[in-house]
């Protein structure tokens, strides 16, 4: 059987909750014929990826797939690319904040993701959930935790494949924010982890549809 190692953060920023663990906490444990680890990780440089490629040591899972809160975000949102950069707006859980640094010294700018990332919009949108491939991950943890992963797997776990994906607020949590604030249900987040993770089983190589941006 194959295994998909699927992590999410603890809350951060003054928030009770995170909507990434708490939706992959909803998963099944099999999805196809693939086995689901779950796995919280802190908000943290460093230790939030330090603990992710620990547990791939351990399982040696197919797949990795980690998970992230974008509070304002509308959209289940897949990453395309990670980058070798931390300027964090706000301290981490630690109180780490790093500015204008690299994540990894001499390692290369930029990883691509190695998840079909098309394909995994499309299916999220033909299940009536709202989905876009993104073009940024940000440079917080989130990113953090997107390039390290890929830098362990192109280093060290030439076999596994995987990415991110950023998921938007929990509809709980926007009660507090300013009107207007996206937010989703956490059983529709789950809901496109899962059809997610169908793609990623079902697509070797990924698709080629519409996408992008003009700016």
């Given at each position: 059987?194959?295994?998909?190692?699927?992590?999410?953060?603890?809350?951060?920023?003054?928030?009770?909750?995170?909507?990434?663990?708490?939706?992959?906490?909803?998963?099944?444990?099999?999805?196809?014929?693939?086995?689901?680890?779950?796995?919280?990780?802190?908000?943290?440089?460093g230790?939030?990826p330090?603990?992710?490629?620990?547990?791939?040591?351990?399982?040696?899972?197919?797949?990795?797939?980690?998970?992230?809160?974008?509070?304002?975000?509308?959209?289940?949102?897949?990453?395309?690319?990670?980058?070798?950069?931390?300027?964090?707006?706000?301290?981490?859980?630690?109180?780490?904040?790093?500015?204008?640094?690299?994540?990894?010294?001499?390692?290369?700018?930029?990883?691509?993701?190695?998840?079909?990332v098309?394909?995994?919009?499309?299916?999220?949108?033909?299940?009536?959930?709202?989905?876009?491939?993104?073009?940024?991950?940000?440079?917080?943890?989130?990113?953090?935790?997107?390039?390290?992963?890929?830098h362990?797997?192109?280093?060290?776990?030439?076999?596994?494949?995987?990415?991110?994906?950023?998921?938007?607020?929990?509809?709980?949590?926007?009660?507090?924010?300013?009107?207007?604030?996206?937010?989703?249900?956490l059983?529709?987040?789950?809901?496109?982890?899962?059809r997610?993770?169908?793609?990623?089983?079902?697509?070797?190589?990924?698709?080629?549809?519409?996408?992008?941006?003009?700016?």
């Amino acid at each position: 059987m194959r295994k998909v190692l699927i992590t999410g953060f603890d809350p951060f920023g003054g928030e009770t909750i995170n909507p990434a663990f708490e939706a992959v906490k909803l998963l099944p444990d099999q999805i196809l014929d693939a086995q689901i680890i779950k796995l919280e990780v802190p908000t943290v440089f460093g230790k939030g990826p330090q603990k992710t490629i620990e547990a791939i040591e351990k399982e040696r899972p197919d797949f990795v797939l980690c998970i992230g809160q974008a509070g304002g975000r509308s959209q289940l949102t897949p990453e395309f690319v990670g980058i070798n950069y931390a300027q964090a707006r706000i301290p981490d859980n630690e109180g780490n904040q790093p500015l204008n640094e690299p994540l990894v010294a001499g390692a290369p700018d930029a990883y691509f993701t190695q998840l079909p990332v098309y394909a995994m919009v499309e299916k999220m949108k033909a299940d009536g959930l709202p989905a876009a491939v993104s073009y940024t991950a940000g440079t917080y943890v989130c990113n953090a935790m997107m390039y390290c992963v890929l830098h362990a797997l192109h280093t060290k776990y030439p076999t596994i494949r995987g990415g991110f994906m950023h998921v938007p607020y929990a509809t709980q949590q926007t009660v507090s924010q300013p009107a207007g604030t996206p937010g989703m249900a956490l059983t529709d987040i789950a809901r496109g982890i899962e059809r997610s993770v169908e793609a990623i089983l079902e697509n070797r190589e990924d698709i080629t549809a519409v996408g992008g941006e003009t700016h």
